[in-house]
């Protein structure tokens, strides 16, 4: 049980295109999602958290006109980096959570973002 | 600022052998706290949750967990070289927010 499906697993495009990722939770229903980003050697960073039907919440630094994120259902969030360019190319990993705050948070898979 | 430590490694252990991560975390109403392992270029995957004082056993793998020294351990015993890979001590603060270590890298030579 808690799969959670990221999609698409690699992104390689021109500076200046829109990416949108997409994760979904395939046997449960996450009121909670989180979006990470990880550079090599790095731990994960926090971007923001969305919950479902609700604005989401940025941590600080992060662009939310840069990163938009859309929770339109229990089950999907996506993230569309708008207008990327080469410093946004990182590790993009989503997490989902079906209850409260002590559940664990369940990964997709991750997206490998390549600007050119 | 919230924080939690892990030594980034290599831990390196014999096959077979027990590797003994350890963490410690900074606030001390943490109540939840996961460990998930992650392969070079991969998510991360969960491998325990504690949330009580004591040990908590789930097949080679144990957790502890002392709240009073702040201090949150995973034991990997009969260690396999398909253990290899980052663990991420991962600590949930009054925020909602999962706060991960910056992870140690286990290395189990054949």
């Known amino acids: 049980g808690a799969v959670v499906s990221q999609h698409p697993s690699r992104v390689i495009c021109k500076s200046g295109t829109s990416v949108k990722i997409e994760c979904r939770s395939l046997d449960f229903q996450a009121t909670t999602m989180f979006w990470y980003r990880q550079f090599p050697k790095q731990s994960l960073m926090l971007m923001a958290t969305?919950?479902?039907?609700?604005?989401?919440?940025?941590e600080q630094g992060v662009e939310k006109d840069k990163f938009l994120i859309n929770h339109a259902s229990l089950t999907l969030s996506t993230l569309t980096v708008t207008s990327a360019h080469p410093e946004d190319s990182s590790f993009y990993i989503c997490?989902?959570?079906?209850?409260?705050?002590?559940?664990?948070?369940?990964f997709g898979d991750g997206t490998r973002l390549s600007i050119l | 600022q919230k924080e939690v430590e892990q030594n980034s490694g290599p831990l390196s252990v014999p096959e077979g052998a027990i590797a003994s991560l350890n963490c410690t975390y900074s606030d001390r109403g943490s109540q939840s706290f996961f460990w998930y392992r992650q392969y070079s270029g991969k998510s991360p995957e969960l491998i325990m949750s504690i949330y009580s004082n004591g040990d908590k056993e789930d097949g080679r793998f144990t957790a502890q967990l002392n709240k009073a020294s702040q201090y949150v351990s995973l034991l990997i015993r009969d260690s396999q070289p398909s253990d290899s890979a980052t663990y991420l001590c991962?600590?949930?603060?009054?925020?909602?927010?999962?706060?991960f270590g910056t992870g140690t890298r286990l290395q189990v030579f054949p």
């Open positions: 969305s919950n479902e039907g609700s604005k989401a919440t940025y």
């Open positions: 991962a600590v949930v603060y009054n925020t909602d927010k999962l706060i």
């Open positions: 997490s989902a959570r079906g209850g409260g705050t002590d559940q664990p948070q369940h």
